[in-house]
Structure formats: structure tokens, C-alpha cells
């Protein structure tokens, strides 16, 4: 079984350069300081017609925490219902209970919604109060997979959590290690986890095509933007994984 990489893309360009890179799925995201929002409907949409690797919206209301109230929690069920009508091949979700555990039945219903869609639970997960009882509880729900960093900050810093994870999963739902992943940490993270899929952000900032900048307003107005080289350095690595 190939591994497989999926890459975040903050913007409609990104999207065009995973798919030229060679990437293997795409997480669409808005608002990159905020870990990454639900993006518009223009930019699904245009986002689907840029590209035909596989695309997961992120279905997340707004930054902070994954306690959602009712009205955020109806804004996600339109915004599920919304990538599938655009033709969407998945979303990225995560919620929450107020005592650290998985929101089932929440999450549950979204998974219905969603169908034929995949779900991947985001990294809502590191924040559990209980990891082993939080993944029985997202295979309960339908998700095809979990994003995470093993609880830590970083993929590397919670490989060995990652590993129990994917032990534990026993191929009933896809383990995959996200944050901090790059070529010169995926293969250490691959033996150490024995996970299947990376999900890498592979980001740089851009620089603002203005000409004119206010002196008054002292704003940094760079971009994210995916790095093809980062991207193409990690295929590089899973090729030689692979063969």
C-alpha cells in the first residue's frame, strides 16, 4: 500500500501547484493564523474546477476551541451539505464535549450528511482527555480517518502516541500524523509510526504585490502559499519509501 500526502492549500493557486507537485489529496483551508477555517463557497467552488485531486474543505465555523454551540453546529451541517453539492470528495471536522471526549453524536450526524463523502476528524483529537476512548469513539462515527499529533504539538513529539494510535485503529480507521511533518522528518516518522498517509502544511509566506504600503498602518500583508520544492523534497522521500 502506496503512502500517500496530503497538503493544505490557503489559497486557489495552491491548489493547481499540489496537483502539478504531484500531491495526493488537498485540505482547503481559509485563515491560516487561525489553524485554518471553512473557505467560501467561491473558493470550493472554484477550487473544484482548479483541480482534480481529491479535495477536503475544512469544516471548522471559526478558531479557538471544538465546543460549538447550536447555531455554529447548523452552520457546519450547511457547509457539509454544500462540498457535496459541489462535488467535494471529502470534509475535515472535529467536535468536542465540554469534558474532553468526541462529540458522537454530533460528529455522527455530520458523517450522515457528508455521505458519500469521506470525514476526517481533525486535530480536534489532540486536545481528548482520553485517547484510547476518543478513537473507539471517532470509529463509531464513521470517519474514514483521524488527523493528529499524537497530543503534542508536533507529529515528532507525539510519534510514540501515533504509533499506539495506528496499533490500536488495527486498519479500522486511517491514522494520520500531521504538524511539523517535512522531508527531513516523513521517513523517521514513517518507520516510528508505521502510519500510511502524511498530511504536511508545506507553506511559505508571499510577499504583497503592492506597489503602495500605508507608513501609518504597520501591517505585515504576506501570504501563505504552498512550497512546491518542500512538497516535491517529501514525494522524493515517499518514492524512496515506496520502493
Do not use: W
Request: net charge negative; hydrophobic share 40%.
Amino acid at each position: 500500500m502506496a503512502i500517500i500526502l496530503e497538503v493544505i492549500a490557503f489559497d486557489i493557486e495552491s491548489c493547481m501547484l499540489a496537483e502539478s507537485a504531484g500531491a495526493d489529496r488537498i485540505e482547503l483551508c481559509a485563515n491560516p493564523h487561525e489553524g485554518g477555517t471553512t473557505p467560501s463557497k467561491g473558493m470550493m467552488h472554484l477550487a473544484r474546477q482548479k483541480t482534480n485531486l481529491p479535495l477536503f474543505p475544512i469544516i471548522r465555523p471559526r478558531g479557538g476551541d471544538f465546543l460549538y454551540s447550536e447555531d455554529e453546529y447548523e452552520s457546519m451541517k450547511h457547509d457539509v451539505l454544500l462540498a457535496r453539492e459541489i462535488g467535494c470528495d471529502g470534509v475535515v471536522l472535529g467536535l468536542l464535549l465540554p469534558d474532553g471526549s468526541i462529540d458522537e453524536e454530533r460528529t455522527s450526524k455530520l458523517v450522515n450528511i457528508a455521505y458519500p463523502m469521506d470525514v476526517t476528524f481533525h486535530r480536534a483529537f489532540d486536545r481528548v482527555k482520553n485517547p484510547e476512548e476518543a478513537l473507539e469513539a471517532v470509529i463509531e462515527t464513521g470517519c474514514t480517518r483521524i488527523l493528529t499529533s499524537g497530543l503534542h504539538p508536533t507529529a515528532m513529539e507525539g510519534k510514540a502516541m501515533i504509533r499506539k494510535l495506528v496499533e490500536m485503529a488495527n486498519e479500522r480507521i486511517i491514522i494520520m500524523p500531521g504538524s511539523g511533518i517535512r522531508a527531513a522528518n516523513l521517513e523517521a516518522l514513517y518507520l516510528e509510526t508505521l502510519a500510511r498517509e502524511f498530511h504536511s502544511s508545506a507553506r511559505r509566506n508571499i510577499e504583497s504585490n503592492m506597489q503602495y504600503h500605508s507608513p501609518t498602518m504597520h501591517e505585515n500583508q504576506t501570504s501563505t502559499q504552498l512550497d512546491t520544492a518542500e512538497v516535491n523534497r517529501m514525494l522524493e522521500v515517499i518514492r524512496g519509501i515506496n520502493n
